[in-house]
């Protein structure tokens, strides 16, 4: 890191200069990265994968005079664009030949070492509050926001997560996030503060990995938890029929057992303030269910976990809210899961659960040096606890502010310091932090009801036919969704109905005909059961009317952040059409 920070200043990189970094998870970013600060520049970072005009509006926002690249392919799609900016260096992280250009100098990765090599590191005085670094928000609409964030908004994240977990030196760390993110960052700098190995993969290796290096801890988006279960899920059903009544069965019991459990100990979200009378009930209820969830452990739980190396001590999930189900199928698994919360203005982690305080459903508690508020979004002022409102934080971990956006910053922090998520949400007795949705996501229907669709698209997400859904519904009678199916679940489906008698309503290895009337209403009623069982559920929950689409929501086609994360904009901006015509039925 010191010799790559060395070559930087060979190459004339001066302090509080930008370097932009555009690549992706590996040791070179990480080296990149801590290299580039120890330089006294700061790094503007980004993946290389995101797109050219994404990437020239960084380099030309953020002021960058050297721009850090993945790989030559990357410096292709910037490189037309480079001579109207002033741009003056350029280092690839591969060791590929660079191609020389006029007015601008271009190193790949072991010239660059090698320029350091016999270079002293030139001290640069920094402080606390000198700025560290620049992330631009993956939002899920418009441009995204240069957050600025100081060497002590990111050091309060190594000061702080030791509050939640205690790896050890030499544990072992499974990264396949973007080490840019925000999350991914943070927890890689605590791991590395602590002697952990950082071992980088991707979806391609993934479960390779997972067995290979056999990980203890890994952090990652609530979508890689739900591949995970799928994946899963996917083994169960292709088992025969008796076997797969055996894992449901167990399955079944194990929830009950693990539900009681909660009660029990005080930590079930439905039922915060149980009678001494239901805790002793539940009590005897998860004692009497623990055999057969041993039984089920012994026969089908530890085989899954040998799946993913066997020895994970923690998961932690960030960077989204995480359904019901899935929380409870980890927690049934054995896999013990922690849930934090924070945004990129927050650097980012603001809230976690704890090994020893793990309530499922809530983001946990605030981290050290951290308060949380909850106030009324018109007002602002603080709301009693257990009541809904708009989630403020503030910490040492909170933004400087926005990168030459002064109304922008005056706007998300207040003159006390506290930042607006734009979350809504609600504590608990223990402070906890339970989060219902987004306060720019909210649907108001025609009849002045205000509907959070995160949640409901959480429970629908339960139903094993439902890939991705969005719930729409703005000054409409009532909710609709936009629903991606599961194909391979519904082909099965079809096929047992052929079985059935019933004539099927596409050809063999066809795609199912998702307007076809018995389809349509199988996904009438997942829909209506998995909205009808959540908790808290009331009539305007209900989505009256839906679309199945075939393309799937991904980052390739514009849909998801680099997070994962649905853009709603964009989708509601792409199917307006469709969306239009769905409601026209009603």
């Known amino acids: 890191m010191q010799q790559f920070a060395a070559g930087l200043q060979a190459q004339g990189v001066s302090p509080a200069s930008k370097v932009s970094l555009f690549a992706d998870n590996s040791p070179r970013w990480l080296i990149a990265d801590q290299g580039i600060m120890m330089a006294g520049a700061v790094d503007v970072v980004r993946s290389s994968q995101a797109a050219q005009d994404e990437l020239l509006y960084i380099l030309s926002d953020s002021d960058s005079t050297s721009l850090v690249v993945e790989d030559n392919k990357t410096l292709q799609k910037l490189r037309s664009q480079l001579h109207g900016l002033p741009i003056e260096l350029v280092v690839l992280l591969s060791d590929e030949a660079p191609e020389a250009e006029e007015g601008l100098t271009i190193l790949n990765f072991e010239q660059l070492m090698a320029a350091g090599e016999d270079r002293a590191l030139q001290p640069v005085a920094q402080n606390r509050e000198t700025l560290a670094t620049l992330l631009y928000t993956s939002g899920t609409g418009g441009n ?54 950082q071992i980088y993969t991707n979806l391609r290796a993934f479960k390779k990995d997972l067995k290979q290096f056999q990980p203890h801890y890994m952090v990652g988006v609530p979508r890689l938890w739900e591949s995970i279960y799928e994946t899963i899920q996917k083994q169960f059903r292709e088992q025969p029929a008796n076997k797969q009544r055996l894992v449901n069965f167990l399955l079944g019991i194990s929830q009950r057992q693990i539900i009681a459990k909660r009660v029990y100990q005080g930590l079930y979200l439905d039922n915060l303030h149980p009678k001494l009378s239901q805790r002793l009930i539940a009590g005897m209820q998860a004692a009497t269910l623990l055999p057969l969830h041993a039984l ?47 945004l990129t203005e927050t650097s980012p982690v603001t809230n976690a659960r704890r090994p020893w305080h793990n309530l499922r459903g809530s983001s946990g508690q605030p981290l050290p040096e951290t308060e949380v508020q909850i106030v009324n979004p018109e007002t602002r002022q603080p ?93 409409q009678r009532s909710l609709g969704a936009l629903i991606v199916p599961n194909l391979e679940v519904l082909k099965q489906w079809e096929a047992s109905q052929e079985g059935q008698g019933d004539k099927g309503t596409r050809g063999q290895g066809e795609t199912p005909h998702l307007e076809s009337k018995p389809v349509q209403n199988l996904f009438r009623q997942e829909l209506n059961r998995e909205v009808q069982n959540r908790p808290g559920y009331r009539p305007d929950d209900r989505i009256g009317t839906f679309k199945l689409i075939l393309e799937p929501f991904s980052v390739e086609n514009g849909m ?23 409601f026209e039925k009603q």
């Open 560 to 582: 998801m952040t680099q997070t994962l994360k649905i853009k709603r904009p964009v989708v509601s901006d792409r199917y307006s059409d469709l969306i239009e015509k769905m």
């Open 383 to 475: 709301l009693a606890q257990g009541e809904k409102g708009l989630v403020m934080i503030r910490g040492s971990q909170v933004m400087q502010g926005y990168y030459k956006k002064p109304e922008a910053t005056a706007k998300a922090i207040d003159a006390e310091g506290w930042f607006d998520t734009g979350d809504l949400g609600w504590l608990t007795p223990t402070n906890d932090l339970v989060l219902t949705g987004r306060a720019k996501d909210t649907i108001v229907l025609s009849n002045g009801e205000n509907i959070e669709p995160l949640p409901l698209e959480n429970a629908c997400a339960r139903s094993p036919y439902i890939d991705q859904i969005m719930v729409v519904g703005q000054d």
């Open 296 to 342: 089920a452990e012994r026969l089908v739980y530890k085989k899954v976990r040998e799946a993913t190396g066997g020895k994970l001590k923690t998961v932690i999930n960030g960077g989204g809210a995480l359904a019901r189900h899935i929380d409870d199928f980890y927690e049934i698994i054995g896999v013990p899961l922690l849930v934090g919360y924070g």
């Open 144 to 197: 995204p926001k240069p957050v600025m964030l100081s060497h002590d908004n990111l050091m309060h994240q190594v000061r702080a997560i030791p509050a939640v977990i205690q790896p050890q030196p030499g544990d072992r760390a499974l990264s396949i996030l973007p080490s840019w993110h925000a999350y991914e960052r943070s927890c890689e700098y605590f791991l590395l503060s602590l002697g952990c190995t």
